[in-house]
């Protein structure tokens, strides 16, 4: 069995929203109870809505922002224990924007050795060799090592915001919204070159998007958010085959198709999405939900096996429960 690189134990983040100079405020839940098991070597897709949660859980993996409650263990450790160092080792990022996640000011090479400069790896011509040879794994001449940001294109950009994250030879990247910036063109470049780097290297992928398309690409497994919680688990093959949540079969019917004639799909969701600070009562997305009945509105629903899925949802609780 495939011991888990990371683990996420009923983890919850809330944030303090309004409130003003006298006001109390109120709490808003980010991630609300999720757990999930990364395992190694695997590239887990996050998918859902704006909104959901999935850039929350990044960064509590990241070491960037604490959970409010539950626990989160890299490489068999609590990330709490875990100095920034000693994470910024095992975990790494990629950014959404390629634009805004490099300093204009520094020079390509300068950029992907800072790593190796702050952790006092190597003098100063040892790491420029291995800055070199990465920039030669992600496809990035030897001629741009003096180039600054602006005198690059997009994907010349998240080539190098992608040999920054491996500089130091993590053993799990995640990338949030990775290709969204970039052009269509360059997205296949940018998603190829990620599966070649996790062979190469043994990876362990996080992968957040909105776009199933890239999902059903690059990741082995799916985790589906709403509202603060995944609703569905499964291998990538088989819920794209047989979707179990309602929410996830209206994600994968919002897919536009090349197929002339069927014009934008409607997903029956509508275009409101809940508000956060005053989730529904019972199964938050029952108000949106085509099969919702009064028992999801009156009671949440707990994680049960359907097949090879793993779903938060009435409709599937034959009374066996899954533990979190």
């Known amino acids: 069995m495939i011991e888990p690189l990371a683990e996420m134990r009923n983890v919850e983040r809330r944030f303090r929203v309004g409130g003003g100079l006298f ?39 990241l070491g960037l922002l604490a959970p409010s409650a539950g626990e989160i263990f890299v490489a068999g450790r609590p990330v709490a224990s875990l100095g920034a160092r000693a994470l910024a080792r095992c975990v790494q990022p990629v ?10 000011r520094r020079t390509v090479g300068a950029i992907i050795a800072a790593p190796l400069v702050v ?3 190597g003098d100063a011509a040892q790491r420029r060799a291995e800055v070199e040879r990465l920039m030669s794994l992600v496809g990035l001449p030897p001629r741009l090592y003096l180039s600054y940001p602006g005198q690059l294109s997009g ?9 920054r994250a491996l500089i130091m030879r993590p053993k799990m990247v995640i ?8 052009d269509v063109s360059v997205q296949s470049q940018i998603l190829n070159l990620l599966g070649d780097l996790q062979q190469t290297f043994g990876l362990t992928y996080i992968l957040i998007s909105h776009n199933l398309a ?11 958010m709403y509202l603060g919680r995944i609703v569905e688990e499964n291998e990538t093959e088989a ?34 999405f809940p508000n956060p600070l005053d989730p529904p009562s019972g199964c938050t997305f029952h108000p949106r939900c085509p099969e919702a009945g009064p028992r999801c509105r009156a009671s949440v629903p707990r994680d049960v096996r359907a097949g090879e899925a793993l779903v938060t949802c009435h409709l599937y609780d034959g009374g066996t429960s899954v533990a979190a």
């Open 23 to 61: 006001g109390s405020g109120r709490d808003l839940r980010a991630v609300n109870g999720v757990s999930l098991t990364i395992r190694s070597g695997e590239a887990l897709g996050i998918v859902g809505e704006s909104g959901c949660g999935k850039s929350t859980l990044a960064r509590m993996l």
């Open 239 to 272: 819920l794209f085959r047989t979707p179990r949540h309602p929410y996830t079969k209206a994600l994968l019917a919002s897919v536009l198709t090349p197929e002339p004639g069927l014009g934008v799909p409607d997903t029956g969701l509508g275009l409101a």
């Open 119 to 121: 952790h006092r790896m």
């Open 214 to 224: 890239v999902v059903e690409h690059i990741a082995t497994r799916v985790a589906v």
């Open 95 to 104: 950014f959404q924007d390629p634009y805004s996640s490099l300093n204009p």
């Open 155 to 163: 994907g010349q950009r998240q080539r190098v915001a992608i040999a």
């Open 175 to 182: 990338c949030d919204e990775p290709t969204s910036a970039l």
